[in-house]
């Protein structure tokens, strides 16, 4: 029988945009200002390194010089395109995915097909004791049957989703069905606490993707990211009577909606409509943000002896990416603003 814990009062939603993390800071920002902190944050890929720095750093000025300074302008400096990847093999990993209409056929090689690695070390954030918020990252342990690339999947479980939370999330969530049933991904949910995996590990873990950075390797397993549920809003809904989550734009049919497809066996697009039509407290509208700000990295084509390659790069020097990440504060608070205050004119 499954412990019955209290539940949270607020759960704010931080997915995705790993080029945009000061948006998920500055809208955690408008939610304090406006004396409606969330009490836990669940984090999914990009999401779930603002909730670790939520979690492990309560004070607001302390986050945002934390973000924007100078230990992480260097870890985004040190994103590089992995070695011997060309721009004809990167292109032609696209295109297998993009013309397969099957839904996780066969077994990914997800080593082969990421795009880059990280050559600085993670960043170091531990879980905190005492009162503040709670922070829950998603990933998703990969099973022996993921073991073969290449070889026809035959129904098998390749994923098994873990959330790596602090607080009551391990009582709330124990055996929590997935919301969204994607066919290579296993049903029900399992938990680790802070004593099972260290919060750096759990970032690390929940950063990884089935399209720019290989599995990682912690606790004796490999690991898929937060992208094998980037909008959790079941298990949101699950951990505290009030759901905050944003609404983005439409997930890309050329490059993430082939990923879902042939990885986890799932139909983003619709994924994404259902989400946007689940009830909600409140939903942030975070369109458009790509055209609005600048990310922290920057791809471009570069030459070299082998032929054209990707080239990553962060803002030209320090001074810059500070400026970089205060602008995504400042465009993350502003619109959390505007959504709190049309959510207090309607109620």
Partial sequence: MREERERYKRCLVLAGGGGRLGVHLGTVAAACEAGLAPD??????????????????????????????????RFWNGVRARPGLSLAKALAAFARRALDPRAAARVPDLDDDALFEVAEGWPALAWRDGAGIDAILLGARMTAASAGPGEPRDDRVLFEPVAIGNG??????????????????????????????PLADAVRISLTDMIYLAPAAAAGARWLGGAV?????????????EVWIDRKDAISRWTIAPAWRTVLGLDARARQRAVDASPVALRIDHRGLARALPSVLTRRLALSAQGPRLDVHAATDAAGYRRVIEAQFAEGRRRAREAIAQAMMRA
């Fill in 40 to 73: 836990v944050l669940l984090g999914t890929c990009g999401g779930a390194l603002v909730a670790a720095l939520v979690h492990a750093e309560p004070d607001p000025a302390r986050q945002l010089a934390w973000l924007g300074g100078p230990a992480m302008y």
């Fill in 168 to 197: 009551r999330s391990a009582a709330l969530l124990a055996d929590a069905p997935a919301g969204h049933g994607a066919l290579a991904v296993g049903r029900t949910l399992s938990t680790l606490g802070p004593t099972d995996l």
């Fill in 229 to 241: 549920d980037l909008m959790p809003v079941e298990l949101a809904a699950r951990l505290a009577d």
